[in-house]
């Protein structure tokens, strides 16, 4: 096991000829976690799925615990231990909580750990242990994001990557998702945390990336720095405000 998880560099990618990551580099080593923050449309999104696979990189490279994943197969890549939960809503509508949770588990290594990492996904969301047989139609958005996550943990990730898992939640189900993100990461699982939420974020990050224009502009060690929240906001906004004005 390397200490180093994942080495991203000079990665560029986009749709047909529109680019949308201009060179994007960082790190993270095991047990570590990050916040990606910037404002919508900026290639979050494309960020990590073309790190999962899903979308092919037109330059630069991608290490995973030392193995070069550039060119592997979004299955593979899973296979490895790099889990991105997507951004949005992807259940499928007639499929209980519990099948959906049994689909998570697909990789090979997770198959065994089925019953240990079922008894780990009820712990951490208690909530959807009263749930297991109804069928996603029916969840609330808050139990619909718990059961993303939990089918991402399914997955015996050695870095999970989840992506806006606030979108559409009321402050109040954002507050919910904070204990069971931070239980996640105590359970010693990487974890790259995409959100627009900015306050949310620095409740559960120490180390913060800003993506601005496919570009990594701003990387902040809140352990290391002296970095106010003001000043994190002041950094978001301004960035947010260039962007859509
Ligand atoms: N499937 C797609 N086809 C073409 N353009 C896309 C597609 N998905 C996203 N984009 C564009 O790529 C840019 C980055 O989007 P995205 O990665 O979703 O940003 P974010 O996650 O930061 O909101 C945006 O301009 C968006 O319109
Ligand atoms: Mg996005």
Do not use: W
């Not at 998880?5 to 749709?15: F, K, N, P, T």
């Not at 790190?27 to 449309?41: A, E, T, Y």
């Amino acid at each position: 096991m390397t200490e180093e998880l994942l080495r991203v560099e000079g990665l560029e990618a986009g749709y047909g000829a529109y680019k949308v990551l201009h060179g994007v580099s960082f790190d993270l080593s095991n047990g570590q976690n990050i916040g990606f923050f910037g404002p919508n449309g900026h290639g979050k999104t494309t960020l990590f799925e073309t790190i999962s696979g899903l979308i092919r990189q037109t330059a630069g490279k991608i290490i995973f615990d030392g193995t070069d994943i550039t060119n592997a197969s979004s299955d593979a890549i899973v296979e490895m231990g790099l889990v991105h939960v997507a951004q949005g809503n992807t259940l499928f509508p007639d499929m209980t909580v519990m099948e959906v949770l049994q689909l998570g588990a697909f990789p090979k290594r997770s198959r065994q750990k089925l019953r240990s990492n079922l008894d780990r996904a009820f712990s951490i969301f208690p909530r959807l242990t009263a749930r297991r047989s109804s069928k996603c139609k029916t969840l609330s958005g808050g139990e619909r994001q718990m059961l993303n996550l939990a089918t991402g943990l399914m997955a015996c990730p050695r870095l999970l990557i989840l992506d806006e898992p606030t979108l559409g939640l009321s402050p109040r189900l954002k507050e919910e998702l904070v204990r069971p993100i931070s239980d996640i990461e105590n359970s010693g699982v990487s974890l790259i945390l995409v959100e627009q939420d900015l306050e949310f974020l620095l409740l559960l990050v120490q180390r913060l990336l800003l993506l601005n224009h496919g570009r990594i502009t701003k990387r902040i060690d809140r352990q290391s720095e002296q970095v106010s929240h003001q000043e994190i906001m002041e950094e978001y906004f301004g960035v947010a405000v260039t962007h859509e004005s």
